[in-house]
């Protein structure tokens, strides 16, 4: 590893680890801290972790869905569940843009969180504390790393269509482009691609990869920066037109397991989304950070929570900021 890359890591972690360990007294100026619900709703880890443990359970899925829409939440306005407000009155709903249409998922089994920490504790845990729970449990579920999860965020009143077609990585983005909306959130290279691997667990549809498989041109040669063989048995169930939804593992080797699996198919010609080949053929430093976490699964998995922990703190709703919902899918009325 090179000196400026180990330097990137070292730099990255003990940012998170400041932001991790802000001083509680301090919640009103936008920090969290683990602490924040021992005494006003104890069981609330709990029975967030019970919950999103019973629907693991049933689909091997909802962890990647889960873990997803914190992301997906956070790119948005901060981490303040904007994403799970449904269309009403004046809001628009996050849930119809171009990331979320037809892919966004979960929001059911946050729906039974919900519900079970206001029998437990009313009007106490907010909905975006519960998505940060929820993809840290899911992490965990899926054989990754845990990590203390920074809590005390308020829900937002409003949502952002334009910011969640504008602010979160697309599969087509461009190497530069995904960078500059890691950076616009606070995070960086280190960060995006540990985060990335993420991708070691989940589905993508057809559609957003399918560019890679059919040139321009219309003749089917594959993307020169994918495994020949690999796009062959892809196009078996992608064709040039139609099959949209279909899905695919991420990660083909261990796609129900966290692991730096992700890592080795990239440094194979295997990784499935552009946004993904990116990271191996755009960028000399991203390049040597994939090649770091596919030797090092331990690494992956420290900077992995690092990295979580960083971006569950972009631009938090705190102190008197926001509301605590009644309901994850609207605001109080």
Same mark, same amino acid.
Not at 101 to 125: M, W, Y
């Given at each position: ?58 689909? =091997?899925?909802?962890? *990647?869905?889960? #873990?997803? +829409?914190?992301?997906? &939440?956070?790119? !948005?306005?901060?981490?303040?569940? $904007? ?40 009007? =106490?845990?907010?909905? *975006?504390?519960? #998505?940060? +729970?929820?993809?840290? &449990?899911?992490? !965990?579920?899926?054989?990754?790393? $845990? ?31 995904i960078l500059t909306k890691f950076k616009r959130q606070g ?7 540990? #985060? ?33 063989s690999y796009a062959a048995q892809l196009r078996t169930r ?96």
């Amino acid at each position: 590893m090179s000196q400026f890359t180990s330097f990137l890591i070292v730099l990255s972690l003990f940012a998170s680890a400041s932001l991790c360990f802000s001083h509680p007294g301090q919640t009103n100026g936008g920090y969290l801290y683990p602490q924040f619900y021992d005494h006003s709703c104890p069981k609330a880890l709990e029975i967030v972790k019970s919950v999103v443990a019973s629907a693991v359970a049933k689909e =091997t899925r909802m962890a *990647a869905s889960l #873990l997803r +829409l914190h992301f997906h &939440d956070c790119f !948005v306005k901060g981490c303040d569940a $904007s994403l799970l407000l449904d269309s009403s009155g004046n809001i628009i709903s996050e849930k119809r843009s171009n990331p979320n249409l037809n892919s966004a998922r979960g929001f059911e089994v946050l729906d039974q969180i919900k519900s079970a920490l206001e029998k437990e504790c009313p009007h =106490t845990v907010s909905c *975006a504390d519960i #998505l940060a +729970l929820a993809a840290r &449990d899911s992490t !965990v579920l899926t054989g990754g790393p $845990s990590w203390e999860v920074p809590l005390g965020r308020r829900d937002s009143r409003s949502a952002s269509l334009s910011g969640s077609n504008n602010n979160i990585p697309a599969p087509n983005n461009t190497f530069q482009t995904i960078l500059t909306k890691f950076k616009r959130q606070g995070l960086n290279l280190v960060d995006l691609v540990a #985060l990335s691997g993420s991708h070691t667990i989940g589905n993508s549809r057809c559609t957003s990869f399918r560019q890679r498989l059919y040139n321009q041109s219309g003749n089917g040669l594959p993307d020169n920066t994918l495994d020949q063989s690999y796009a062959a048995q892809l196009r078996t169930r992608c064709p040039r037109s139609g099959g949209d939804q279909n899905l695919f593992p991420l990660d083909f080797v261990s796609p129900a397991k966290f692991d730096n699996s992700y890592f080795k198919n990239l440094l194979a010609s295997k990784g499935l989304l552009n946004s993904d080949e990116v990271l191996r053929t755009k960028s000399t430093a991203s390049l040597e950070l994939v090649k770091q976490y596919a030797e090092n699964n331990g690494l992956f998995f420290q900077q992995f929570a690092a990295s979580m922990i960083k971006m569950g703190n972009i631009s938090p709703l705190t102190g008197s900021k926001g509301e605590i919902r009644k309901n994850c899918r609207k605001v109080n009325t």
